[in-house]
């Protein structure tokens, strides 16, 4: 499979003649397990699928299969960021009382954390910890760094963009946010928080 990616992605670039640019800081990011297990890859695609979903059971469901994936191959960067940005969505959104939000925290940061430490590179790795900067450490500026190092590494990753435009919405520079999230939704028009805070931007501009 990770074969036929490669040998489509060179077809494409190819016939269209395009010469890539991805930035000057930028670095390869992709989902493949370092293995090659297909295994470990479709339960981290299987886990994203379930987060996506953004309720209390599909973040629980992502939790265990982003785990499945993780057992398969413990170097998988990608997963274990995705497994912090499930827990940190547990903690925020569904679990009641502070040591039950405390721990699934602390989880989320472990996770995070480790995934930094096996690929530096990795921008979904610093998405995740700047997540947890912005949202139970309330630090900002230390969330924006992160979500900066994320973009030079990936300048087209939706999720970085999307992740970016939030900080600096709280920073008060809206309209930026606006831009961001708008590209965000060239690449995946489908995805529904992305509407949802855009719709809160220009909420705030009473547009």
């Known amino acids: 499979l990770f074969a036929l990616q490669d040998e489509i992605t060179r ?8 010469k890539l640019l991805p930035g000057e800081h930028a670095a390869e990011q992709n989902g493949r397990p370092p293995s090659g297990s297909l295994e470990a890859y479709n339960a981290m695609l299987e886990g994203r699928y379930h ?22 191959d413990p170097r998988y960067a ?7 940005n499930a827990w940190a969505g547990l903690g925020e959104q569904f679990l009641d009382g502070a040591p039950a939000q405390k721990e699934a925290y602390a989880k989320a ?10 690929s530096p590179d990795l921008a979904a790795a610093h998405v995740a910890l700047g997540h947890l900067f912005q949202v139970p450490d309330f630090d900002w500026r230390g969330a924006a760094k992160e979500y900066r190092r994320a973009l030079d590494l990936a300048p087209n990753e939706s999720d970085v963009k999307f992740s970016l435009g939030t900080q600096l919405a709280a920073f008060g520079d809206v309209e930026h946010a606006i831009d961001l999230t708008h590209e965000a939704l060239a690449t995946d028009p489908l995805v ?3 509407h949802s805070w855009l719709a809160n931007y220009f909420s705030g501009l009473h547009r």
């Not at 987060?51 to 057992?71: C, D, N």
């Open 11 to 18: 077809a494409v670039t190819a016939s269209l003649k395009a």
């Open 51 to 72: 987060a996506m979903r953004r309720t209390e059971a599909g973040l629980r469901s992502a939790v265990e299969f982003y785990t499945q994936a993780i057992a398969i």
């Open 78 to 84: 990608l997963a274990w960021s995705r497994l912090s």
């Open 109 to 118: 940061r472990e996770a995070a954390e480790h995934a930094l430490a096996l």
């Open 192 to 194: 529904s928080h992305f």
